[in-house]
């Protein structure tokens, strides 16, 4: 069952803050929804405070297992379980397997590929050391082990790589999020903003809400603060200045 806390605060990061103190929870563990950005005003004038949702969601059940699948041991003295089908795919395996042991990180990866896709999902023990702030660190690890991948292929092929299915959770969170937020918008008719988002993080909130009744999705800002903005279907004329919905 998730948990939810509303904050206010001087700042949107002061009440995000206050708010995971409160739920003893990291920002990895939560979806943030900023209600209100505030205004300093002038002089201390019609200062208005931010304020910030702070979702705390309840474990997800595991999804159903992929298959075929191949597993690495790494980190220990296991004998690696299994044979990737092409070199880039071995490659990309193989430099995320030495990156956990090099820094003393032990667990089992499964990989396997669709298309011009390969998937590397990780599980062990101390694996959240890896996905860092916002999943920042499984960002990182993910750019690079596609830069490997693509050195040892003959076509362009991207990894997708989930450690501790932070991934997943991550993407039924936000699910959960546009759709509250889309529910407000339409009985409010008042627009909101969510917190700030990598492209594929927003490209969840955008897929989800697509279709949805009275509403619409469209981006602002600039990276790292662009955020998703739910707006009644009617509000077109900021979403033309806005980037596509796939962005």
Known sequence: MAMSVEKSAKTVQEAIDSALQELQASVDDVVIEVLDEGDAGILGIGR?????????????????????????YYGDDEEYAGETE?????????FVSRVLAGIGIRGQISSYREDSTIFIDVDGSDVGAVIGRRGESLDALQYLSTLVACKNSEERVRVVLDIG????????????LAERTAAKVARSGSRYSLEPMN???????????????????????????????????????EAALAESPAE
Do not use: C, N, W
Request: charged share 30%.
């Open 86 to 94: 092409t070199p880039e795919e071995t490659a990309a395996v193989d």
């Open 165 to 176: 299915g932070y991934r997943r959770r991550r993407e039924a969170s936000l699910v959960s």
């Open 199 to 237: 492209p594929a993080e927003r490209r969840v909130v955008h897929t989800a809400l697509q279709g949805y009744p009275g509403v619409m999705t469209f981006s602002e800002g600039v990276d790292p603060e662009r955020r998703v903005i739910v707006a009644p279907a009617e509000d077109t004329e």
């Open 48 to 72: 208005k405070p931010a304020r910030v949702l702070v979702t705390l969601e309840s474990a997800t059940a595991p999804l159903a297992e992929e298959e075929p699948v191949d597993t690495t």
